[in-house]
């Protein structure tokens, strides 16, 4: 679906992008994974076409460089941040459908698939920023693109609205869609990606499983437990006999775990009948403060 060979990008005398090669097969969710700096963004540029660079890249067999209004007609793109009109939703897709020359009629489907339905003669101020960024994914949709490309999709989120997008993204890529995404979030990452293009200083390091590059980078997560009044003293004296470092906050317990430990702190509970309500992953900085560490 899209093959990138020696892609270098240059900013004056700033190499922004090194010689990156990789392929992308269609229906894989692919995330672009480094820190500020690292070439993610300009990678995205690149992609759409709307940067000049060196080197070969071609989507779906389009060339970029040569064909690049073609190859953008293929990918929907979500920015990190999306300003919009003072227009109500269902205006808003319309302006956004005429200017992508699409039928109007794909407006209710993408409204459907990102639950916006039911708001649609809302004003675009009213909404939340989770229902914006949604908004944002609807008009990415509205000509049916195979390719989405998104950019730090979740970044401004809350932690619910994080979780409801990736839950349509991860839908989106299950009906087909191919997802490229760059994060600095490894729950988002771990979520929904089969596959990691780790980038440093404008080189491509290596390609990793979310797994393998969790365990490369020596990351480790904060799993925050849901789990009944009645049991929360004894989830905490099981955890603290198995060893693990943890923080009760109020309802929940944050319990700090290795890459592929999830699951084994969820068994741990169902073998002692404690039951679990919710559960999440989230980044270690995102673990309120409780008097230290258990």
């Given at each position: 679906m899209i093959i990138a060979k020696e892609i270098t990008k240059r900013y004056g005398k700033m190499l922004a992008l090194d010689t990156v090669s990789f392929t992308i097969n269609a229906g894989e969710s692919i995330?672009?994974?480094g820190a500020n700096g690292a070439g993610k963004t300009t990678a995205i540029r690149c992609l759409l076409g709307i940067h000049g660079f060196e080197g070969t890249l071609t989507v779906s067999g389009i060339n970029v460089r040569k064909?690049?209004?073609?190859?953008?007609?293929?990918i929907g793109y979500v920015p990190q941040e999306l300003s919009f009109f003072e227009?109500?939703?269902?205006?808003t897709l319309v302006f956004y459908a005429r200017l992508k020359k699409v039928d109007t009629q794909t407006i209710?489907?993408?409204?459907?698939?990102?639950?916006?339905?039911?708001?649609?003669?809302?004003?675009v101020n009213a909404l939340s920023g989770g229902m914006k960024q949604r908004l944002a994914l609807a008009i990415a949709l509205l000509a049916d693109p195979p390719i989405l490309l998104l950019d730090e999709p979740t970044a401004s989120l809350d932690t619910a609205a994080q979780r409801d997008f990736i839950r349509m993204i991860r839908n989106l890529n299950a009906e087909g869609k191919?997802?490229?995404f760059s994060s600095h979030h490894f729950e988002e990452v771990a979520a929904l990606a089969n596959g990691v293009l780790l980038l440093n200083d404008g080189k491509l390091v290596n390609t990793f499983t979310p797994q393998d590059l969790a365990a490369e980078l020596g990351l480790r997560?904060?799993?925050?437990?849901?789990?009944?009044?009645e049991d929360k003293s004894e989830?905490?004296?099981?955890?603290?006999?198995?060893?693990?470092?943890?923080?009760?906050n109020g309802k929940a317990i944050y319990v700090n775990i290795g890459a592929r430990q999830k699951m084994?702190?969820?068994?741990?509970?169902?073998?002692?009948?404690?039951?679990?309500?919710?559960?999440?992953?989230?980044d270690s900085h995102a673990v309120p403060e409780n008097g230290g560490l258990s």
């Open positions: 995330a672009l994974w064909h690049g209004k073609a190859a953008r007609a293929l227009m109500s939703v269902a205006e209710d489907s993408a409204l459907k698939t990102v639950d916006l339905f039911d708001h649609r003669t809302k004003s191919t997802i490229v997560q904060w799993l925050r437990v849901m789990v009944g009044t989830a905490c004296r099981v955890l603290e006999n198995e060893g693990y470092h943890f923080v009760p084994d702190v969820l068994r741990l509970f169902s073998d002692v009948q404690i039951s679990v309500t919710d559960f999440d992953v989230t």
